[in-house]
C-alpha cells in the first residue's frame, strides 16, 4: 500500500463458519485507544457467552498505536493474524473485534490464523473504507463574469466544486488536493485578471465515497 492511508469511515460485520465454530468480525472506526478498548468492552458485554472476543486496533495521526490481544487463544493464532489484515490493508483508524463461538471441533494453529484473517476481511468487506486525502478549501469570491471560467478550471483541474453562492457576487468553494492548492490559486488569478479574492482554508483530511466528498 505504500504511503497510502485508509480509514474506517463507517463499520460492518462480516462472519464465517469453519467446522462449526462461529467467527463473527464486527469492524468500528475509532480515534484514540480509549474508543478502541471501549469498543472492545461493548463487544465483551454484547457477546458474553462467547469463548473469545480477540481484538486487534490500529488508530492516531503521526506514528500510529497499534495493539491486539488473542483473549485465551493459542499465542499468534488470533489478535496478531487480525492485525496484519489491518496493517496489509494500509488501514488506520479501525478496531476489530473477533467474536469466536467454539464449535467443539479444534482447528489447530494454522486454521485459528486462517479463520480469524478471513473474519477480518469478511467485516472489512461489509465496512466503508476510504482513502484518506490532504486538501484545501478555496473560496472564491468574484464577479459573474468569472463564473463559467471558474467551473471550466475546476472541471480541468479536478477540482471539486463544494458549493457556490450566488448574491450581489459569486462565492464558489472548491476543494484542491493539497498539491494542486497553490497552482490553482493562480490559475484563478490569472482567470479574473486578479480580480477574484481567495481565502485558503487547510488542511483538510478527506476522503471520497462515489461521488461525494466525505470530511474525516
Same mark, same amino acid.
Given at each position: 500500500?505504500g504511503?497510502?492511508?485508509?480509514?474506517?469511515?463507517?463499520?460492518g460485520?462480516?462472519e464465517?463458519?469453519e467446522?462449526?465454530?462461529?467467527?463473527?468480525a464486527?469492524?468500528?472506526?475509532?480515534?484514540?485507544?480509549e474508543?478502541?478498548m471501549?469498543?472492545?468492552?461493548?463487544?465483551?458485554?454484547k457477546?458474553?457467552?462467547?469463548?473469545?472476543?480477540c481484538y486487534a486496533?490500529?488508530c492516531?495521526?503521526?506514528?500510529?498505536?497499534?495493539?491486539c490481544?488473542?483473549?485465551?487463544?493459542?499465542?499468534?493464532?488470533?489478535g496478531?493474524?487480525?492485525?496484519?489484515?489491518?496493517?496489509?490493508?494500509? /488501514?488506520?483508524?479501525?478496531c476489530?473485534v473477533?467474536t469466536?463461538?467454539?464449535?467443539?471441533?479444534? /482447528?489447530?494453529?494454522?486454521? /485459528?490464523?486462517?479463520?480469524?484473517?478471513?473474519a477480518v476481511?469478511?467485516?472489512?468487506?461489509a465496512?466503508?473504507?476510504?482513502?484518506?486525502?490532504?486538501?484545501k478549501? /478555496?473560496?472564491?469570491?468574484?464577479?459573474?463574469?468569472?463564473?463559467?471560467?471558474l467551473?471550466?478550471?475546476?472541471g480541468?483541474?479536478?477540482?471539486?466544486?463544494?458549493?457556490?453562492?450566488?448574491?450581489?457576487?459569486?462565492?464558489?468553494?472548491?476543494l484542491a488536493g493539497?498539491?494542486?492548492?497553490?497552482?490553482?490559486?493562480?490559475q484563478?488569478?490569472?482567470l479574473?485578471?486578479g480580480?477574484?479574492?481567495?481565502?485558503?482554508?487547510?488542511?483538510?483530511?478527506?476522503?471520497?465515497?462515489?461521488?461525494?466528498?466525505?470530511?474525516?
Amino acid at each position: 500500500m505504500g504511503d497510502t492511508v485508509r480509514v474506517c469511515y463507517q463499520g460492518g460485520e462480516g462472519e464465517i463458519v469453519e467446522k462449526k465454530s462461529r467467527f463473527i468480525a464486527t469492524v468500528r472506526p475509532v480515534k484514540t485507544e480509549e474508543e478502541a478498548m471501549a469498543f472492545v468492552e461493548e463487544m465483551r458485554k454484547k457477546y458474553w457467552d462467547a469463548r473469545h472476543n480477540c481484538y486487534a486496533y490500529i488508530c492516531g495521526e503521526g506514528r500510529p498505536q497499534m495493539k491486539c490481544s488473542d483473549d485465551g487463544e493459542p499465542s499468534q493464532t488470533a489478535g496478531r493474524p487480525m492485525l496484519d489484515v489491518l496493517l496489509g490493508e494500509g /488501514l488506520r483508524d479501525v478496531c476489530v473485534v473477533v467474536t469466536r463461538y467454539f464449535g467443539g471441533t479444534l /482447528l489447530g494453529t494454522g486454521g /485459528l490464523v486462517r479463520a480469524y484473517s478471513q473474519a477480518v476481511k469478511e467485516g472489512l468487506s461489509a465496512s466503508q473504507i476510504l482513502e484518506k486525502q490532504t486538501g484545501k478549501i /478555496l473560496t472564491v469570491t468574484s464577479d459573474y463574469t468569472a463564473v463559467g471560467k471558474l467551473q471550466y478550471m475546476a472541471g480541468q483541474m479536478d477540482l471539486r466544486i463544494l458549493d457556490t453562492e450566488y448574491t450581489d457576487q459569486v462565492v464558489m468553494k472548491l476543494l484542491a488536493g493539497e498539491c494542486q492548492a497553490e497552482a490553482a490559486v493562480k490559475q484563478i488569478a490569472e482567470l479574473t485578471g486578479g480580480c477574484a479574492q481567495v481565502q485558503e482554508e487547510g488542511p483538510v483530511y478527506y476522503g471520497v465515497d462515489g461521488k461525494e466528498v466525505v470530511f474525516l
